[in-house]
């Protein structure tokens, strides 16, 4: 009851946050909360499953293409972008899973960056249908109407930042669910052993590819986010540098932890903002911490403060 | 047909290249079990050494060689100490993460170091004594000297590791340990030192590669990501673990992608070998001319 609480308070708090701090500082949160999503979306599957991914960047970019795509050839609005940008990127999660259900560490972990280069490669040289390296503009959301009556403008920066907001609130209730589910300990029994797993007769295949699908579709999610707030796409927001982010996010904060990658993600993604005209040096630490935390404590940091309280 | 030759030429150096790049990340992988995702910027170091050495320090090409081997050396002792040192109580997918970190930390101290713009290295042939003298036209086939000196260098390296591995001491030692580590390590080969000079031979046949290839293509600090995928690539189809398997599959990567933007479209070229390799470890996981194992 008590974790319940506490996150009711935060998101009370970041719900009032915009009217108290300026249109920048509300941009920086949004992206905080963009990168929320992404880093426990990659936990389920790495921290929860043990399935290695570098492919977040690719599912992100799947999500935000979708959405501007769809704006184009079909003129939809973000009520429909969601939907269908969590439902494209988690069909692309499962065919990213199928293999997995044959390789294991370092052979999926190339399989997941062969497709995140594909996916680069497509959506920046497949000009007619991805706008190639210019990406694709996106016009604002429009009103919100029910029945023709409308109830609200929405397309400021704080009506995304709401939704984002919402959205990530759902994300965190559906992952906390998740792993304390039959399913997520399934996804535990795998990462730990995943014969074992097998012999004590867990569907090990059903257990890997939920993993990656519900991965996936969190990631187009947050994709979708950032294609509307962004007001367009271009490829440049969706390279392996995401994906690297987003693992530097999860392994400092701790692996299968799940408030550990929420911190990481929120740490990490402020840290530029705060390091100034040093911010183009933001990769550089990433690569580094990366480095750091998992020679010195692979656990991560709420891991290795977990251990410590326990013993 | 003459440009079928030429074609096959230019995939033979570019798969020269894979060669250099590949076997050092498949001897990494088969004698310590370390996946190094950081073996590309092994590449790129390389090709700014040779640009550093040349261009900046005015070296002549023997001690420029002798230079990126120094840089690579270094490069290698210390990613020795990084990736696979500490990580002996560490899960074996814990070096997936590390050699990802000092990946991205290397194209990013190179981006800071060496700037973003992508260099060259104006390698000027006719000063070099032996290299000028090197014929350039072969019936239809065109290739510069520069270009030419790619597949020389590589053969003239798998042949010298070959015989270490082979009729030397350290080799036995490294072949050793690639067949068992326990049992190696109880026949007193100092496991410590194989690491060492096997983390360094990778590290020198990549910089090389990639010194090699500054003076055809440009060097630049995200150059070592569509590489290590390629030398992956490669591995993977030549069986991870088999030097031989990758030479074999390196050229024919090369070969393969030259035919590929020659005559379906040069957007394809890249995709191609991922394609492959996905194929590969879905119906043949120990590569294309590896033995099936168990796989547990």
């Not at chain 1, 016009?139 to 109407?145: E, H, K, L, M, S």
């Not at chain 1, 187009?220 to 530097?248: E, F, K, M, N, Q």
């Not at chain 2, 910027?41 to 990126?68: D, H, N, Q, R």
């Not at chain 2, 990501?225 to 993977?236: H, R, S, Y």
Request: net charge positive.
């Amino acid at each position: 009851m008590r974790v319940y609480l506490i996150a009711l308070l935060a998101f009370a708090g970041l719900a009032v946050a915009p009217f108290g701090i300026g249109g920048y500082e509300t941009n920086v949160l949004m992206m905080v909360l963009f990168f929320v999503i992404l880093a426990v979306g990659l936990d389920l599957v790495t921290g929860y499953c043990g399935q290695f991914s570098f492919a977040t960047g690719a599912f992100y970019g799947i999500g935000a293409y979708t959405a501007a795509i769809m704006t184009r050839d079909f003129n939809t609005t973000i009520w429909v972008h969601l939907p269908a940008g969590a439902i494209v990127a988690g069909l692309f999660g499962l065919l990213l899973g199928i293999p997995a259900l044959r390789l294991k560490g370092h052979f999926l972990a190339i399989v997941t960056i062969a497709f995140q280069t594909i996916v680069y490669l497509v959506i920046s040289q497949w000009t007619s249908f991805t706008g190639g390296q210019v990406g694709l503009p996106m016009p604002n959301a429009g009103p919100v109407t029910v029945f023709g009556v409308t109830l609200f403008e929405f397309g400021s920066l704080r009506s995304y930042y709401w939704l984002t907001l919402a959205m990530t609130a759902l994300t965190l209730l559906i992952s906390w669910r998740l792993v304390n589910s039959r399913l997520g300990r399934e996804w535990v029994a795998i990462r730990d052993d995943e014969t074992l797993a097998s012999a004590v007769g867990l569907d090990t295949t059903r257990g890997k590819l939920t993993a990656f699908v519900a991965y996936a579709a969190l990631a187009g999610v947050a994709g979708v986010l950032t294609a509307h707030s962004l007001r367009g796409v271009t490829p440049d927001d969706y390279t392996i540098w995401i994906s690297a982010t987003v693992v530097a996010m999860m392994v400092v904060g701790g692996r299968g932890t799940f408030i550990g990658p929420i911190l990481g993600a929120v740490f990490l993604a402020i840290l530029p903002e705060l390091l100034g005209k040093f911010a183009e040096y933001k990769m550089l630490i990433y690569g580094v911490l990366l480095v750091l935390v998992v020679t010195l404590m692979p656990e991560g940091v709420v891991g290795r403060l977990r251990a410590r309280a326990a013993r | 047909m003459d440009l079928f030759l030429q074609y096959m030429a230019n995939g033979v150096v570019i798969g020269s290249t894979y060669v250099l790049v590949a076997v050092g990340l498949t001897l990494i992988f088969g004698i310590l079990g370390v996946v190094n995702f950081a073996h590309g910027e092994f590449y790129m170091i390389g090709g700014y050494a040779g640009i550093v050495a040349i261009t900046v320090l005015k070296l002549p090409v023997l001690p420029a060689i002798a230079f990126v081997l120094l840089v690579a050396a270094v490069v290698g002792i210390a990613a020795e100490a990084i990736l696979h040192k500490p990580m002996k109580n560490h899960d074996a997918t814990s070096s997936i993460i590390s050699s990802f970190g000092l990946a991205v930390a290397l194209q990013n101290a190179a981006l800071v170091v060496m700037g973003p713009q992508p260099q060259r290295l104006n390698l000027d042939v006719s000063k070099i004594p032996v290299l000028s003298s090197l014929p350039t036209d072969f019936g239809p086939v065109f290739l510069p000297q520069q270009r030419l000196l790619i597949p020389i260098a590589t053969v003239l390296l798998i042949a010298i590791l070959y015989v270490v591995l082979r009729y030397t001491w350290t080799g036995r030692g490294l072949r050793a340990m690639a067949q068992h580590a326990t049992v190696a390590r109880l026949c007193g080969v100092r496991v410590e030192r194989v690491a060492i000079v096997t983390f360094i031979t990778g590290a020198a046949l990549a910089g090389t590669a990639g010194m090699l290839m500054s003076s055809v293509f440009f060097v630049y600090p995200i150059v070592g990501n569509m590489i290590a995928l390629k030398a992956f690539t490669v591995v993977i189809l030549g069986g991870m673990g088999n030097v031989a398997g990758a030479a074999v599959a390196g050229l024919l990567l090369g070969i393969t992608e030259s035919l590929t933007s020659a005559y379906i479209s040069n957007a394809m070229r890249d995709v191609v070998g991922f394609v492959f390799v996905i194929l590969v470890l879905l119906f043949r996981p120990q590569g294309l001319f590896g033995k099936a194992v168990e796989r547990s």
